[in-house]
């Protein structure tokens, strides 16, 4: 088989990668071995504006929530599915210092936060302190895209449902070969395996384990996200909650705990006025950098290579944006924003080829 890209992985990176390197008709083949604990695959598909306790707004967030916007319907209306959905969050204050700092924040940033209590919560939720609005907040849902996606990549013939390995990828000077494809270009969009990849292991990656709870809950309005201490978001099926998530930097194994779970249940218990139900326990391991920015482009060694990756908690927002940059590198040559250039890191990857 002989194409232009061999994509790996069909996380929400890969999954925009395809799709723009579909637009620009290029041929290309997935490989993508669907981990169930890949972070694509349990995902809140929060679009938030501001990150933080402090309420900052988020790097590029103006750019990134209209592209965004845009990109999520489009596919929304090429898959017939409902890809985005707009969610502002209610942020219930956890304690009198974090109100004082959101209204604090909302002068300096107006265009995302407010402080409008004109509807009460108070027959769902437990709260003495108030509340605040983010807005505009979108919520990506990321169960109904990754299945489509990939009925559409399996249907054009553009998926091998496999583990991909290393060991079998050869490089010459214009092209790859992995087993019996042909490409001109490999692209990483691989999560936290990337980490472990010969060509980009040296990348500052700062894996991140994050856990999250499902919930059955009825009878509270899905059209919110709700917010204290921990992020209580609807999820596209019917009274299907997600409420999360932890982030640790430091830790043993990725499976879920008991501490994580205790926690979150003894918080809805003060919390919520309603009954639940849990029905999944889940961890995942996000795939963050020491920056905070993503790795996009090819290696300054290997140009054949490229990379998507380094999501870190904003995969939704970041994913789309910079797949389409990419695929404009690719296809035409136009710049990457340099603090996203993986060639930001062109030391330490030539480093890598001298040892
Ligand atoms: C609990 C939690 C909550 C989160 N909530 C949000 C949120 O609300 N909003 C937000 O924007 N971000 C959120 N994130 C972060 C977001 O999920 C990630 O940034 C994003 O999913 C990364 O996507 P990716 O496609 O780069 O990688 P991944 O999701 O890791 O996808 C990689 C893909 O590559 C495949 N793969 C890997 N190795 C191989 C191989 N050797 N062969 C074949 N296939 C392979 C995997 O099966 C997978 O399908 C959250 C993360 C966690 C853990």
Redo the contacts with the bound molecule.
Sequence with gaps: MQVDYII????????WLSYYLQKENKSYIV?????PD???????????PITGRRHVAAWMIEELLSFSLNAYNEMGNLLNITAISRKNIIDFFPSAQMRDSFQKRVAEQANYLSLEETISYSDYFNYELGYGIVTPTY??H?ENILPEWRKYLHQNKKLIE?????QFLELTDNYVQYKDITAQKIIF?????SAQNRFFNLLPFAP?????LFLNIKNIPSNYIFKKGMIL?PLASPDSWWI???YEWDFKHTDPTNEFREKTEMLLKQWLKVPYQITNH???????TLERRPFVGLHPQYPQVGI????????????PYFAHQLVLHLCHNQPITPEANVRRFTNVLSRKTNN
Aim: charged share 15%; hydrophobic share 40%; net charge neutral.
């Design positions: 790996i992985g069909q996380g929400i990176s890969g999954t490989i993508d071995n669907k981990l890949a972070p694509s695959r349990l995902s809140a598909g929060i679009i938030n919520t990506a990321l496999e583990y991909f390995d290393l969009c691989d999560g936290t395996a991140n384990k994050g856990e999250a978001v999360g998530a932890s889940i961890a995942s391991v996000r795939p963050a998507l990756n380094g999501m870190g908690t904003k995969g939704c927002s970041l994913a």
